[in-house]
């Protein structure tokens, strides 16, 4: 059957740019983002039905495509929004960000090529998503139910955002504190229909830690800490705040530093807990190089043929000579001003870190895939392991001719290049975890690899060219952690970026020595709590795990936006339940009702993530336009308290919506 078309790859490019778009957005408001996956084969499925020969390889084709822009964008925006944070950018040069982008996401499809082999058929790990996908694909009589489930929970979700952001009419978010003594409780949460498709999609194990991360840091974080930090540190913080601004002011100067301790951990553990099955992977990677120098060898099945090996290395090779370029580009000797011995020697230290690294964490991140799926995947852990570890080497390199503590500029200079060698990698890793899922789909559905492999570039570029006029539209529509393009800009509808600003804390206060060091170790102490508590129920057989970036990401995170994540979580949890216990009064089969009950609600979650995001995404035009995020406003600001009940009911309808598609029979 034919696998390339010209109609798929349309399809892939177009539905690769667009799920780049959404995915952005998602991740940019809430730090998370999800597998497109399942959502992408839905809909290629319905879309390919209107032509009138189609197979279920070109479906699969077409999912591989866009889903790979799906994941290209995870890599960028946890990034390279931080060169914002740290004023080195005023905007996203286009030719740049395409560039980190692009030859970030390309090497991380030449890098699971050798793996495919070593993590799919040698390891047979599960690769959860990938075998969801692929069971979508063979049950090709549901593509038109699950297109339509998209299709409402789409354009619901879009009316909703449209009256949230756009005109007003719904609150974003609901927010309250208590005081007792010197110390504020604070409790809040956005309303929002993305951030419950997330939940859902996570499942109640995830939405649980990532909640539990947040009631750390605002249930006893910033209590704690103003009850004994010395009053006039804690007023120099709060300045005039009362109530709820006081609380997440703390917890944005001091708190959430606790996060960046708890990844710094996080990551690193990942890495030592991997170590084993990554030189498993390495070790079958030279293999398949020497399998294929051989000519004596058995002739290679259609389902098994992966790109040419050759291919793999001299483009790796071939990608150090653009990656050297646009290094030099981005972070010029007039922002280092060092010898030019050292400036040359250190970009060069550079590349060659990006692809060592990049190899070593797309290994990694494949074989996370494989264990927890793309979703779950800890690309935030890897990438500020990275981020760390190279700022730690330019501090060494640069530190003898440059004193940071003095030029600040100096300091954001370094803390750049850091970031920039975080985002290729970052890029690597993010599109290897993504790609492996829709490898083992192929394998399933008797798909060629080197076919998916060519179609997983193209998805790739195709969202490289478009991620930079994105990011820019956003930014200049609602600004970015703290940063405004415009003064005057209201910071209501600001999307926080919260891994962009893990990324730029962690890079700046290397070389600027400015870290809440403290809190980090508060920090790291916590994660390495978790991580023997999930040693322990992993040696009880525990269905209920802890993955320690979970828990960090939450601590990380404004509890505002771990409140509907761990809701959507509940419901999934509910539904399976109700779902199961029905099946066995009928005598039918549970796990099966459970899976079709996961599956349609997934399905509709994705419709109220893409919704929400692609609205998120037109408002930021007029936004933008009118510099005001007030464009489109209706109401007057003293309808704010009819606004807060009207944005409640409607998330309670949402929440109501989820569950009966979920459980419906």
Same mark, same amino acid.
């Given at each position: 059957?034919?696998?390339?078309?010209?109609?798929?790859?349309?399809? &892939?490019?177009?539905?690769?740019?667009?799920?780049? &778009?959404?995915? !952005?957005? /998602?991740?940019?408001?809430?730090?998370?983002?999800?597998? $497109?996956?399942?959502? $992408? $084969?839905?809909?290629?499925?319905?879309?390919?039905?209107?032509?009138?020969?189609?197979?279920?390889?070109?479906?699969?084709?077409?999912?591989?495509?866009?889903?790979?822009?799906?994941? =290209?964008?995870?890599?960028?925006?946890?990034? =390279?929004?931080?060169?914002? /944070? =740290?004023?080195?950018?005023?905007?996203?040069?286009?030719? +740049?960000?395409?560039?980190?982008?692009?030859?970030?996401?390309?090497?991380?499809?030449?890098?699971?090529?050798?793996?495919?082999?070593?993590?799919?058929?040698?390891?047979?790990l599960k690769f959860p998503e990938g075998v969801a996908t692929g069971e979508v694909l063979k049950a090709g009589t549901e593509g038109g139910k699950g297109i339509t489930q998209i299709a409402w929970a789409g354009l619901a979700a879009g009316l909703y955002k449209l009256g949230q952001t756009g005109l007003k009419l719904f609150s974003g978010s609901v927010s309250g504190s208590v005081t007792a003594g010197r110390s504020i409780f604070g409790m809040g949460t956005e309303l929002s229909v993305a951030l419950l498709g997330v939940g859902y999609i996570v499942g109640?194990?995830?939405?649980?830690?990532?909640?539990?991360?947040? /009631?750390?840091?605002?249930?006893?974080?910033?209590?704690?800490?103003?009850?004994?930090?010395?009053? &006039?540190?804690? !007023?120099?913080?709060?300045?005039?705040? #009362?109530?709820? +601004?006081? !609380? =997440? #002011?703390?917890w944005s100067q001091k708190i959430r530093y606790m996060g960046v301790g708890s990844m710094v951990v996080g990551g690193i553990w990942a890495l030592v807990s991997l170590a084993k099955p990554l030189k498993d992977g390495i070790a079958s990677s030279w293999e398949a190089v020497k399998e294929a120098k051989s000519d004596d060898g058995p002739e290679v099945l259609r389902t098994e043929k992966d790109m040419p090996i050759n291919y793999v290395l001299w483009g790796v090779v071939a990608l150090a000579i653009p990656i050297f370029i646009v290094f030099t580009q981005v972070i010029d000797i007039t922002h280092l001003p060092v010898s030019s011995n050292l400036y040359w020697t250190t970009m060069g230290i550079g590349v060659l870190f990006s692809l060592v690294a990049g190899f070593l964490f797309a290994s990694v991140a494949g074989y996370m895939a494989g264990l927890v799926g793309s979703s779950n995947n800890p690309i935030s852990g890897v990438t500020i392991a990275t981020i760390l570890a190279t700022s730690l080497i330019l501090l060494v390199l640069l530190g003898s001719q440059l004193d940071f503590s003095v030029d600040s500029s100096r300091a954001k200079a370094a803390a750049a290049a850091a970031i920039v060698v975080g985002a290729m990698v970052a890029c690597a890793a993010a599109i290897a975890g993504d790609n492996m899922q829709d490898l083992k789909a192929g394998q399933l559905v008797g798909a060629t690899p080197y076919k998916q492999q060519i179609m997983q570039i193209i998805g790739v570029v195709s969202a490289a060219l478009v991620i930079a006029p994105i990011l820019s539209l956003l930014f200049n529509a609602y600004g970015l952690g703290g940063v405004l393009p415009r003064e005057g800009m209201s910071t209501e509808e600001m999307l926080s970026a919260p891994q962009a600003t893990l990324m730029q804390s962690v890079a700046e206060g290397v070389f600027a020595q400015n870290l809440e060091w403290n809190m980090i170790w508060i920090g790291a102490v916590i994660a390495v709590a978790i991580i023997i508590l999930d040693k322990v129920l992993e040696a009880k057989g525990s269905d209920f795990r802890t993955p320690v970036l979970a828990v960090a990401v939450g601590i990380y995170l404004p509890l505002e936006l771990t409140v509907p994540i761990f809701i959507g979580g509940m419901i999934a949890w509910g539904a399976a339940k109700v779902v199961a216990s029905r099946a066995r009064k009928n005598d039918e089969n549970p796990k099966k009702a459970k899976v079709e009950a996961e599956r349609k609600g997934l399905l509709f979650s994705s419709g109220l993530i893409t919704g929400e995001a692609l609205i998120g995404i037109i408002l930021a035009i007029p936004f933008a336009i009118q510099e005001s995020t007030d464009a489109l406003r209706l109401v007057p600001q003293s309808f704010a308290p009819y606004a807060d009940w009207l944005g409640a009911a409607a998330a309670i309808f949402f929440c109501i919506w989820l569950y009966k598609v979920a459980v419906k029979k």
């Open positions: 059957m034919p696998q390339i078309t010209v109609k798929a790859v349309v399809l &892939g490019i177009l539905l690769s740019a667009i799920l780049a &778009g959404a995915n !952005a957005y /998602l991740g940019l408001k809430v730090g998370m983002t999800v597998s $497109a996956s399942i959502p $992408a $084969a839905v809909i290629s499925m319905a879309l390919l039905r209107m032509f009138k020969h189609s197979n279920i390889l070109e479906n699969n084709i077409v999912q591989t495509a866009a889903s790979a822009g799906e994941s =290209l964008a995870a890599g960028v925006i946890f990034t =390279l929004p931080a060169l914002i /944070l =740290l004023r080195y950018w005023s905007d996203f040069p286009f030719l +740049d960000t395409m560039a980190i982008a692009m030859f970030g996401g390309v090497l991380g499809v030449l890098f699971t090529i050798p793996l495919r082999r070593a993590l799919i058929i040698e390891k047979k109640l194990n995830i939405a649980v830690l990532v909640f539990a991360g947040g /009631l750390i840091s605002w249930l006893f974080g910033i209590p704690l800490y103003m009850a004994f930090a010395n009053p &006039g540190e804690v !007023a120099g913080v709060v300045g005039n705040m #009362e109530g709820y +601004d006081a !609380a =997440l #002011e703390i």
